[in-house]
C-alpha cells in the first residue's frame, strides 16, 4: 500500500539545525511531488513548502524562506526537510504528504505518521 | 495569501447528529478545496477533495458542497469515530493555506 515513513523525534537547541526525513513506498516516488505541513502544540495546520520529486523544483512558504531546504533522493524514494536557525516557536509535529494532482485540484493523501521536533535550550 | 476561515471553532454534538462545518476563502477559488479529518497522534486523513469529491474509501455520511467562496462539509449522522478535528483547504494557488479547523467533540 502507498506508505510514507517518517524518521523519529527530535529534540534540538535553538539555533541548530534538524532533517526529517519521509521514506515513500508503494507507488512510483517520482510521479508524485511531496509537500511539508507542520503543526505547531495546539496550533492548526501550516503549509511549508512542496518539492517536485521528478525535477526537483521547489516552493516554499514566504515566512519560512531563507530557513528550510526540502530535497530528495530518487534512488531511496525518500524526501528530506532540513530547518535551519531553530526557534523554539518551530517546536511542531512536521509532516511529509504525497500531493496528488489532477485538472481540477490537488491534495495530500496520505500523509507520513508525523515527526515530532522540539526546540529548548 | 488566501485566508480561509472556518465556523465554529468547535461544536458538541451527540452520535446520529447531523453536524455542518462551514468554510470560507477571503477570495473566489471555484471547487479548489479539500477536507481533511485529524484526530490527535495519527497523520491528517482527506475526506473531500475538490470540494465535493468523495475520497475513496471514506464513508458515504461524509459529504461537501460550495464553489468560489462559501463551502460545507455535512456529517449526516455523526458515528463514534468521527469525533475529530477538521480542516478546510484550499488548492487555488500558493501557498496552500487551512482553515484554523473545527474541533467535533461528544456532547
Known amino acids: 500500500q502507498v506508505q510514507l515513513v517518517q524518521s523519529g523525534a527530535e529534540v534540538k537547541k535553538p539555533g541548530a539545525s534538524v532533517k526529517v526525513s519521509c521514506k515513500a513506498s508503494g507507488y512510483t516516488f517520482t510521479s508524485y511531488g511531496i509537500s511539508w505541513v507542520r503543526q505547531a502544540p495546539g496550533q492548526g495546520l501550516e503549509w511549508m513548502g512542496w518539492?517536485?520529486?521528478?525535477?526537483?523544483?521547489?516552493n516554499y512558504a514566504q515566512k519560512l524562506q531563507g530557513r528550510v531546504t526540502l530535497t530528495t533522493d530518487t534512488s531511496t524514494s525518500t524526501a528530506y526537510m532540513e530547518l535551519r536557525s531553530l526557534r523554539s516557536d518551530d517546536t511542531a509535529v512536521y509532516y511529509c504528504?504525497?500531493?496528488?494532482?489532477?485538472?481540477?485540484?490537488?491534495?495530500?493523501?496520505?500523509w507520513g505518521q508525523g515527526t515530532l521536533v522540539t526546540v529548548s535550550s | 495569501d488566501i485566508q480561509m476561515t472556518q465556523s465554529p471553532s468547535s461544536l458538541s454534538a451527540s452520535v446520529g447528529d447531523r453536524v455542518t462545518i462551514t468554510c470560507r476563502a477571503s477570495?473566489?477559488?471555484?471547487?479548489?478545496l479539500n477536507w481533511y479529518q485529524h484526530k490527535p497522534g495519527k497523520a491528517p486523513k482527506v475526506l473531500i477533495y475538490d470540494a465535493s469529491s468523495l475520497q475513496s474509501g471514506v464513508p458515504s455520511r461524509f459529504s461537501g458542497s460550495g464553489s468560489g467562496t462559501d463551502f460545507t462539509l455535512t456529517i449526516s449522522s455523526l458515528q463514534p469515530e468521527d469525533f475529530a478535528t477538521y480542516y478546510c483547504q484550499q488548492s487555488y494557488s500558493p501557498p496552500r493555506t487551512f482553515g484554523q479547523g473545527t474541533k467535533v467533540e461528544i456532547k
Open positions: 518539492i517536485s520529486t521528478y525535477n526537483g523544483n521547489t
Open positions: 477570495q473566489s477559488i471555484s471547487s479548489y
Open positions: 504528504a504525497r500531493v496528488i494532482v489532477t485538472t481540477t485540484g490537488d491534495w495530500f493523501d496520505p
